[in-house]
């Protein structure tokens, strides 16, 4: 059964800082993508990773995956208060009929000013 | 625009009685997920079906039943054996049985 960790599940920073949410998981996946979710709200899509080192990059955002260490990092540049959501990560899962994605439960991020 | 809808957006029902969420997609995606979300959790998959005409249970199915009847429609029923049915449910598609999900607005559901 694939499980997915994610942590920390809450993170309060201060504008301007940086810092890293992690993502582990449990069995082989090649596949994961990062979500934003604002209170009440649906879930955005952020970024997908498909392969062992893949780095994408928006804004302030920038994901990795090392799908040997079964992890990836969604890091956080320079925060700003518009970054402030909750996070998550899901891990797809692999072999026939196992393409459904874990979700991670999610990382809260407040950016204080 | 091509998106997916799910209505209502809020809903409010009796304990013991049945009721039925939309979603509807016009992205011509193959795929369509019911997820659960609680609180402080993450999702959880509800349904999935990759196909009209057939679907399968996900982690949380007890309680839940769906229908595929056309690729661009597909309604969760919450029904009465769900013991505790009130959450934020939500319907994603994606255009094959693998690859990223689009999401819909989302459904509250209250039970009392």
């Known amino acids: 059964e694939l499980k997915v960790e994610q942590n920390p599940l809450f993170l309060s920073m201060q504008e301007g800082k940086n810092y890293t949410i992690y993502c582990n998981y449990s069995?082989?996946?090649?596949?994961l993508y990062w979500y934003r979710q604002d209170p009440g709200k649906s879930l955005e899509s952020l970024f997908v990773l498909l392969s062992n080192g893949a780095v994408k990059q928006e804004g302030r955002l920038m994901a990795s995956l090392d799908t040997k260490a079964r992890l990836s990092t969604l890091h956080i540049t320079a925060a700003v208060h518009d970054l402030s959501a909750t996070y998550f990560c899901a891990v797809e899962g692999s072999g026939a009929g196992s393409y459904q994605l874990t979700f991670g439960k999610g990382t809260k991020l407040s950016v204080i000013p | 625009d091509g998106g997916i809808t799910q209505s209502p957006k809020y809903l409010f029902r009796k304990e013991g009685q049945n009721v039925t969420l939309s979603c509807e997609q016009n992205?011509?995606?193959?795929?369509m997920y019911w997820y659960r979300q609680d609180p402080g959790q993450g999702l959880r998959l509800i349904y999935y079906s990759q196909i009209v005409n057939d679907f399968q249970k996900g982690d949380i199915a007890e309680g839940y039943s769906v229908s595929r009847e056309k690729k661009e429609s597909f309604p969760l029923t919450v029904t009465s054996a769900q013991k505790n049915p009130t959450a934020f449910y939500l319907c994603?598609?994606?255009?094959?049985?693998?690859?990223?999900?689009?999401f819909g607005p989302g459904t509250r559901l209250t039970v009392t």
């Open positions: 069995t082989t996946s090649d596949r």
């Open positions: 994603a598609s994606s255009p094959g049985p693998a690859g990223e999900q689009y």
């Open positions: 992205l011509n995606h193959d795929a």
